[in-house]
Nanobody, 128 residues
Framework: VQLQASGGGLVQAGDSLRLSCAASGRTFSTYYMGWFRQAPGKEREFAAV????????YYADSVKGRFTISRDNAKNMVYLQMNSLKPEDTAVYYCAARDSGGYLGRYTPTEVSQYDYWGQGTLVTVSS
């Protein structure tokens, strides 16, 4: 699976931005899809994940209520809608994929090590 993230840019605090991630692979619909971010000098951290199947979502507390993850399995795309952006949201954003192997049980991957594939990242800069 290859992932290509796009949509980053320079915005002002309070603005919105939508990131996109294009995925290759015929089994995209069975992958957990996540978004992570890495600010300068910090470790990569979890932002959001959407499961396959029911499409359940889970968010980091820092983005809950402001960010929304979605996916379009027909287009092999996953999105991250970011509203009410803050300067502390400034980071390189990465999309990531984990093969579910068909598992339908409750599982919420939020750690970097739980993902199999990564995109190249797209930079989001939020000015105050």
């Amino acid at each position: 699976v290859q992932l290509q993230a796009s949509g980053g840019g320079l915005v002002q605090a309070g603005d919105s931005l939508r990131l996109s991630c294009a995925a290759s692979g015929r089994t995209f619909s069975t992958y957990y899809m996540g978004w992570f971010r890495q600010a300068p000098g910090k470790e990569r951290e979890f932002a959001a994940v959407m499961s396959w199947g029911r499409g359940s979502t889970y968010y980091a507390d820092s983005v809950k209520g402001r960010f929304t993850i979605s996916r379009d399995n027909a287009k092999n795309m996953v999105y991250l809608q970011m509203n009410s952006l803050k300067p502390e949201d400034t980071a390189v954003y990465y999309c990531a994929a984990r093969d579910s192997g068909g598992y339908l049980g409750r599982y919420t991957p939020t750690e970097v090590s739980q993902y199999d594939y990564w995109g190249q990242g797209t930079l989001v800069t939020v000015s105050s």
